[in-house]
Nanobody, 115 residues
Framework: QVQLVESGGGLVQPGESLRLSCAASGIIFRIFDMEWYRQAPGAQRELVASITSRGSTNYVDSVKGRFTISRDNAKNTVYLQMNALKPEDTAVYYC?????????WGQGTQVTVSS
């Protein structure tokens, strides 16, 4: 059974940093691409960053230069380092993996950026 568990969210001030973690189980983690999404109140879920099994990364334009996605295959964990946070980054952040045409999601972790 695929399970994703996110952690690391919280309340920070603009300009501060957070690192999100997503621990995966039930899959051979190293062979799957991993993704981070976010969903703000009243908005659609948005793909923020992705990392392939080989370590290639992609980002939505709004976070380029501020966010970094990485993975540790020994720990079955994907990370999202978020620097220079802005109020518009406030959202619930989810990690996701696609296995045999099915998208699996974690429970999400809340990130709130406010002064």
């Amino acid at each position: 059974q695929v399970q994703l568990v996110e952690s690391g969210g919280g309340l920070v001030q603009p300009g501060e940093s957070l690192r999100l973690s997503c621990a995966a189980s039930g899959i051979i983690f190293r062979i799957f691409d991993m993704e981070w999404y976010r969903q703000a109140p009243g908005a659609q879920r948005e793909l923020v960053a992705s990392i392939t099994s080989r370590g290639s990364t992609n980002y939505v334009d709004s976070v380029k230069g501020r966010f970094t996605i990485s993975r540790d295959n020994a720990k079955n964990t994907v990370y999202l380092q978020m620097n220079a946070l802005k109020p518009e980054d406030t959202a619930v952040y989810y990690c996701s993996v696609k296995v045999l045409s099915t998208n699996y999601w974690g429970q999400g972790t809340q990130v709130t950026v406010s002064s």
